[in-house]
């Protein structure tokens, strides 16, 4: 039974273990250098990542309270690794930074309730996953203590996220009024669409959309966004978001198997709204992490296209392109990251000439945008192929034309961000960016995934097996 | 015909693409022409000894050409039933693809060498060149349709960084951008298309889609032709859209609107690109699935009508053109125009494939004439420095080898007998004839002012202001004469081909059911179109090549010489009124102002309406929390009053 | 009117959501709001608690919900208000409208 324990729970245990050093470290207060720190904390999230390649077993825990199995191991590695690159990648801001441990002690409680989040079989263990994963990041969010934008971010964060969840739990409520029971399995059994469980289910569906940022429960994202450190921002925007979808795909989507039609034509709006707006507003975007934030939503859209088709596809799709989508986003904030941390500059009119003084660094946030606006041969283009093949599947062309349409409009404003780069003229470019060795790996960890995911044919294959079953 | 031979065919370019991308600014500057140009020569020669193979040894089985796959892997297994294989398809049109692609290129890369010397990004340019012919040369040996719209986009990539290439200048900046933007706007449609061929026909590999589109008995086909969107049956749709794919690349109407600005890109890179092989993209695409087509007579509808309207806009706009490679862009639509409707008026099997194989044989025959028109205007700016036809003039004395093969290109695209185009389009013009009569009146039409405009540009390089440029001071300026070697080396090889190519057995190779066709030229039916062609020769003859003083030319026009001048005089007259009022003022002057403001505009409007419409609802992003909090509220109550109480 | 009844007890709670997302949507006083989503919060605990006693009461799920809810809202009021205080700091306000640097 303790063994079982320890090996179902395997990646939950790692990172409650780091934790605990962390706490440690920080008691024992004997390493004075932060750069020791941020590496030793590396190589611990890269142990907890190699974890998940071993001892994978099938199983449930606490009264099947948290249920684990290859598919939900190998999304949380996939959490993991992106944790640990943008870890990599904050080495800059966090070196000198005096509240390091503590950063790092909010960051893995939030992949802590991530993790737990995925796992969730129970309707109490989920709420418990999603509070742990969004409270401290609010916290985190104010990580720049003395700069407004960054306060106000959090203010805004933790305030709607409470709202959200007030209302989610709302809906939560009532499920459980109208069925008795918290179990995901025993309540899809137990939904027969009554008016009441329909409203408790749109307003679970709300605080899932919340967390998504899907249109219209989205206003919080590019604020939150905007005002946060990159680091933050990025994990915001990538991990929270994919922690997100794979609950989604496991948890949300089979509640609504006996809703079929109600579950297709409330993606079919929510998917609509939020690929135009989330568009229409990034073309008017200067702020690039504003501006990644509307992005972001549109991407959202597509994830949700492949999810609204239902099938197995349709989900190896979605967690193929967040997959993808990690590497690429990571790849561009990385760079934005370096631009932020040494020259305190975040916008698109300051990339004006970029490649001129920093050549690598431009080609690298340019393939990221490529690959994010799903140009060939980066791995966007397959990722975001897969989704409208997925969604295609259930014949409906508005939408498929629709989503096509908004490609198109996307990649006009990655095109304007990367003629900033190469084509526009400055007198005054940004000097050139010296990089860190952890920033340098990391990048290229990235440019590996967002080339070489799409050419890897077997890893669709393989999501697909994990998922199919 | 050994497999390792078409796999090097695209790796060739691929590799020097890595190579000089990687290395090349640093290390190879000096060497990346030769490189390059090397690898392609070697990719063109396999490909000449595939061609050979193919249609002389290995193709035939009982008399009909193959597909053959020469490789294929399964890269995805994407859902039970639907795999994305990657592999290489060799068939008739993807060989002589292959030929036309390898051997373009090469020219392109011999002529630059002397064209782009001294560039300060020598190495990136033969990469960009060598990428693209990478997936150019993917695009055409693709085995499924999904792998053809990877390279089909990879494509527009490398055309986007080709026609950027000088990016100091805004103008090319916004060029490859349009160009960029247009082509994936279409591209939609393309995407869609598949999806929709691919749903009905539950595969995306060209050989099991089409047979299973093409056997009346399958349910595929049934379902596919049953099931409808606004009363047009989604096999309609489905090619359609892909057709709209195909339109977007080959520049049809009204997707044409890149193309002239994409002459904003280095002159070789316009011979490449924009002659020869990606805007042949899209006929190759119909060609590729035109058993499909030909089960589908609305489809083909479509492409015959689009075809031809884009044939005769392009005519007419290119008489009004100043611009010399503006001239031969809208030339080159035109041309494509000929081609499409070509595969348009055409079915599937025996003699009603005339336009199929007629529309082949164009496309190889144009990719000859139009990279040598190409490249010689190349030469030419070189010289002059400049794009317009009022700063040339007189230059055939300065420029003999480019005036010669320019002229050869200009009588084969005006289909004058014995050169390559008068073959090609000739049957194009039979087929037209026995299917459809208006469209054969637009092409003969059309035909004529072809070799109009083309003739008024020959003249106007390489004639009219004779004296001027015989004075010492532009001699001085005329110093590095007609260019490299290596500039006029392809010139005169393409010349060659321009004049020969129309003699290749095309016909008894690549028909629309694998078997050979009989065609013969008839006499009788030759006579309107050459008359046609010659036609328009002399009215540019008398428009455009001033008479000028010199004894001899008036010796030679003794005794006619009151009675000559005085045509000449009516005859001016008359082109001030042909071309002044009607021509221009009334045909060309609005066609191109719809083609600019219109089309072009309602890109713009797009783009604007967008922009106000994101300034609008802006306050959407207010700022204030509790509006957010409002606008969520509200949102789950809108949720909850559509499927709560209007659901149900 | 001789028992309180299910009914009874949701009418209550559904006003306290109301109260709650009312209080939320109009007051300025960032505190108050967090206030008024506790109101939400507390409507969801009376729900939890109803449901369990009146339909499910032979087992407590209901209950240790509730519990988590109370617990799981007292550490959102911690960080929230911390946030709030830091706020102060730099903006000498916590009205809820002061905070909108960042719009559009």
Partial sequence: MNSEFLILMKQEMGVTLILFILLFLKIWDGIKENGILLHL???????????????????????????????????????????????????????????LLEFFMLLLSTLLGMFFMISSNNLLMFYLGIELSSIPLAAMANFDMDKIKSSEAAVKMILSSAFASALMLFGISFLYGTSGTLNFQELVSLITGSPLQVFALLLVFSGFAFKLSAVPFHLWTADVYEGAPVAVTSYLSVISKAAIVFVTLSSLAPLFSHLNEMWYHLLFVTIILTITLGNIFAIRQDNIKRFLAFSSISQVGFILLGISSGTATGATSAIYFLVVYIFSNLGAFGVIA???????KENISDLKGFYQTNPLMGWVLA?????????????????????????????????????????????????????AIFMDKNETPVEPLRGSLSLRLALLICMIGVVGTGFAGGFFEHIYQLAAK | MSSLNIVLIPLLPLAVFLLLGLFGRKYLSKFAGVIATFSVAVAAFLSLSTAYSYFFITGKTEGVYQKLEVMKFTWLQFAPNISIDMGMLIDPISVMMLVVVTFVSLMVHVFSLGYMKGEARYATYYAYLGLFTFSMLGLVLSTNIFQIYMFWELVGVSSFLLIG????????????????????????????????????????????????????????????????????????????????????????????????DAMEGPTPVSALIHAATMVVAGVYLVARLFPVFSFDVAALDVVTYVGAFSAILAAVIACTQTDIKRVLAYSTMSQIGYMMFSLGVSRYGGEHGLGYMASMFHLFTHAFFKSLLFLGAGAVIHMVHSNEMSDMGGLRKSMPITHITFLIACLAIAGVPPFAGFFSKEEILLA????????????????????????????????????????????????????????????????????????????????????????????????????????????????????????????????????????????????????????????????????????????????????????????????????????????????????????? | MNEIGLTHILFVSTMLFFIGVYGFLTRKNMITMLMAVELILNSVNINFIAFNKYLYGDKLDGLFFTIFIITIAAAEAAVAIAIIINLYRNLKSIDVDDADIMKF
């Fill in chain 1, 367 to 419: 393939i990221s945008l490529f690959s994010l606006g799903g140009i060939p041969p980066t791995a966007g283009f397959f990722g975001k192929m897969f989704l409208v093949t997925a969604g295609a599947a259930k014949g409906n062309y508005v939408l498929i034309t629709i989503a096509a349409l908004n490609m198109v409009i996307s990649l006009y404003y990655y095109l304007r961000v990367v003629k």
């Fill in chain 2, 165 to 260: 290439y000088y990016f100091e200048k805004p103008s090319a900046v916004a060029a490859s951008k349009k160009a960029f933007i247009v082509t994936r706007f279409a591209d939609l449609g393309f995407l869609i298309g598949i999806l929709i061929l691919g749903f009905n026909a539950e595969t995306l590999d060209f050989g099991t889609l089409i047979q299973r589109l093409t056997d009346p008995t399958s349910t595929y086909l049934q379902g596919s032709v049953a099931s409808s969107f606004l009363g047009i049956s989604s096999l309609t749709w489905g090619l359609v859209m892909v057709f709209l794919g195909g339109a977007g690349k080959s520049a049809m109407f009204p997707f044409h609107i890149w193309l002239p």
């Fill in chain 1, 338 to 344: 370096l631009l932020s941390s040494q020259t305190g």
């Fill in chain 1, 41 to 99: 904390i590396n190589v611990l999230l890269l142990l907890n990542f190699l974890l998940g390649f071993v001892l994978n077993q099938n199983g449930e825990l606490f009264n099947g309270m948290f249920a684990t199995n290859s598919l939900r191991v190998m999304e949380k590695s996939v959490l993991n690794l992106g944790t640990l690159i943008i870890s990599l990648q904050a080495y800059d801001y966090l070196k000198s930074h005096k509240h």
């Fill in chain 2, 432 to 648: 037209a004839f026995h299917s459809n009569k208006l469209i054969y009146v637009l092409a003969l039409f059309t035909s004529g002012l072809t070799a109009f405009y083309m003739f008024r540009l020959y003249f106007s390089i390489f004639w009219s202001k004779e004296t001027q440029h015989t004075t010492d001071a532009h001699h001085d300026e005329h110093d590095h004469g007609e260019g490299t070697l290596s500039m006029k080396i392809p010139l005169i090889i393409l010349g060659i081909c321009a004049i020969s190519s129309g003699f290749v057995p095309i016909a008894s190779w690549i028909t629309s059911d694998g078997l050979p066709l009989e065609t013969h030229i008839d006499m009788a039916f030759s006579v309107a179109p050459v008359a046609l062609g010659l036609g328009g020769i002399l009215l540019a003859l008398f428009l455009y090549k001033k008479a000028n003083p010199r004894p001899d030319t008036i010796a030679t026009s003794m005794g006619g010489f009151y009675r000559a001048a005085h045509r000449k005089f009516y005859m001016d007259e008359l082109y001030l009124f042909i071309t002044k009022k009607i021509i221009i003022k009334l045909v060309g002057r609005p066609a191109a102002w719809i083609d600019k403001n219109i089309v072009d505009g309602f890109m713009n409007f797009i783009a604007a309406v967008t922009a106000l419409f994101s300034e609008l609802i802006k306050g959407l992003q207010s700022g204030k929390l509790q509006q957010y909090a409002a606008y969520y509220f509200a949102g789950v109550l809108c949720f909850v009053l559509l499927f709560i109480y209007l659901w149900h």
